[in-house]
């Protein structure tokens, strides 16, 4: 019987979706995610920072065969005023990550 709460707990927290990563923009709108690249734009202040580069995805093909695709990505810097850093990652134009971390002079 000790097993019975165990499977329930997990059952539940099974269907709960995932979180998204947050950012409160400088301009104190939120940010997720998820979010189209144009939303981002629209939504905060222009970043103090940016870089752009191609990063290799392995794919599946039809009949079974792998290959490479690259896709865009972006990172985008912002200070927020303060001292920490925080990069917002986009992949193939959508928020794909927010990275919190690291010191700016």
């Not at 995932?18 to 950012?23: C, H, K, S």
């Not at 144009?38 to 794919?59: I, L, N, Q, Y």
């Not at 290959?67 to 990505?73: D, K, L, M, S, W």
């Not at 992949?91 to 700016?104: A, D, H, I, P, Q």
Request: charged share 20%; glycine share 10%; net charge neutral.
């Amino acid at each position: 019987m000790r097993a019975l709460p165990i499977v329930f707990v997990a059952v539940i927290f099974s269907a709960l979706p995932a979180l998204a990563d947050n950012f409160r923009c400088p301009n104190g709108n939120i940010v997720s995610t998820g979010d189209a690249i144009s939303t981002v734009a629209a939504k905060c202040d222009p970043p103090a920072g940016t870089f752009r580069r191609e990063e290799p995805v392995e794919m599946d093909r039809r009949g079974g065969r792998a290959g490479i695709v690259y896709i865009e990505v972006q990172e985008w810097t912002y200070d927020q005023g303060s001292t920490l850093l925080h990069t917002l990652v986009f992949r193939n134009g959508m928020l794909s990550e927010v990275r919190t971390g690291g010191f700016v002079k």
